[in-house]
């Protein structure tokens, strides 16, 4: 579903990502661990076309289409999502206006305002999210949790072919990081795939991902399966 072809990428004329291949098929969740500074978080914003990062090399292939040059937006209407590491805060727009702005440009036919909110509140009552919320503008004033939990409603509400989620797990408290998780299982289909980075195995508490990506220096230097997020937690990166 989601395929990356010796994937170099550059960042203010420094080389970070080095030459990175990996496939994530559908219905499967891929999870990236590695210490700071390996590149992780670039290789997301890369594969959802921020602007900050170049590809000098290698391709990002999706549903079977090269989109290593597409823009931002269109990336997303082919069906990817990105939760951010630190999703940003915007002053006068509300979650409820957000989210049905941006499902109605990915997403045809469009709602109308009483069918969008209609799904907008069962999700909300999922997570577990006080309804006064879709109120409030995006992010201002939330704790880190909160605005986890906001990523994964707009990654519910939006409902993409696949997820990259950089991060979405730090700083969560143990109650939601389970409502958290339960959120991307219920994502996870077999005809979506997710894509998760995290320095952190307790999310296989609540999740069994299909492989497990060590990054290091720019590189995926190790794959295996679950167990070896639980090694890393035994034995750290440098082992």
């Given amino acids: 579903m989601l395929s990356l ?15 990175v291949t990996l496939n994530v098929p559908a219905g499967e969740v891929h999870v990236i661990m590695g210490p700071n500074g390996s590149g992780k978080s670039t290789l997301a914003n890369t594969i959802m076309g921020h602007p900050k990062y170049t590809v000098t090399t290698g391709t990002i292939t999706f549903n079977n289409k090269d989109i290593t040059q597409a823009r931002p937006d269109e990336r997303a209407r082919a069906g990817l999502f990105l939760s951010m590491q630190y999703p940003p805060s915007i002053a006068g ?23 969008f909110n209609k799904v907008l509140r069962e999700k909300i009552d999922e997570l577990e999210i006080d309804r006064s919320f879709i109120k409030r503008n995006i992010n201002e004033g939330f704790s880190g949790g909160e605005k986890k939990r906001i990523e994964i409603l707009q990654l519910l509400v939006l409902e993409p072919r696949f997820a990259i989620l950089d991060e979405t797990d730090s700083g969560l408290d143990v109650d939601a990081l389970k409502v958290v998780m339960d959120g991307v299982k219920q994502f996870a289909t077999p005809k979506r795939g997710v894509f998760i980075i995290t320095h952190y195995a307790r999310l296989l508490e609540f999740l ?32």
Avoid: C, W
């Avoid at 072809?5 to 030459?19: P, Q, R, S, Y």
């Avoid at 509300?94 to 009483?114: E, G």
């Fill in 5 to 19: 072809n010796n994937l170099h990428i550059t960042a203010d004329n420094k080389e970070i990502v080095k030459g």
């Fill in 93 to 115: 727009v509300t979650i409820s206006q957000f989210l049905r702005a941006a499902y109605n440009a990915t997403h045809t036919p469009a709602f109308s305002v009483m069918e």
């Fill in 208 to 239: 069994k991902p299909n492989a497990v990506h060590i990054m290091r220096e720019g590189n995926i230097v190790r794959t295996d399966g679950a167990e070896l997020a639980l090694e890393i937690e035994k034995k750290g990166f440098e082992k």
